[in-house]
């Protein structure tokens, strides 16, 4: 895998490796990957619910047709 590396401290790369190899993960940078991607998608997620909400309030108050 190409990519950058990043730094963590040794007992979140600990707490890491032992719940990767509890969770049936090939690896720590499988499971940091995973759990990543996941964190962001639901970032995202909320990213546009809170935009359609401020969209909704807008429209409320005139400002938006």
């Known amino acids: 895998m190409f990519g950058s590396k990043i ?4 007992d979140l790369i600990d707490r890491c490796r032992q ?3 509890e969770a049936g993960y090939g690896s720590v940078e499988e499971f940091v990957s995973h759990t990543l991607e996941k964190e962001l998608r639901n970032v995202q997620q909320k990213t546009g619910k809170e935009r ?12 938006v047709e």
């Open 19 to 21: 719940y990767a190899k």
């Open 52 to 63: 359609d909400e401020i969209m909704k309030r807008l429209k409320g108050l005139g400002y």
């Open 7 to 10: 730094k963590l401290s040794k």
